[in-house]
């Protein structure tokens, strides 16, 4: 996996063959939120990576599919889900 500069634009990190891009977050404010809270904000922010991922597949010809990728902490405990998305 490379990982472009983080100040730039587009894909937070892509393979060498640039078939396969990802999106990621990672969240700490959520360690102090109610459960409804944290659901919602997860919700919003897995759209929000779908939606940059199908931005940079727009970018990227090569990419055939794509990964967001969302951690985040809860009861002090680090969570991480991830999601294919396909071109």
Known sequence: MVLPDPN???K???NRTRTIIV???FLVHTN???E???RSTLESQLGALT???EQDF???AAAERGYAILSYVSMN???TLVFEVLR
Do not use: A, E, I, M
């Open 8 to 10: 730039t634009s587009g």
């Open 12 to 14: 937070d990190l892509y």
């Open 23 to 25: 999106q990621t977050r």
């Open 32 to 34: 102090f939120l109610s």
């Open 36 to 38: 409804s809270r944290v």
């Open 51 to 53: 939606h940059k991922l």
């Open 58 to 60: 727009q970018y990227n």
């Open 77 to 79: 405990f680090t969570n």
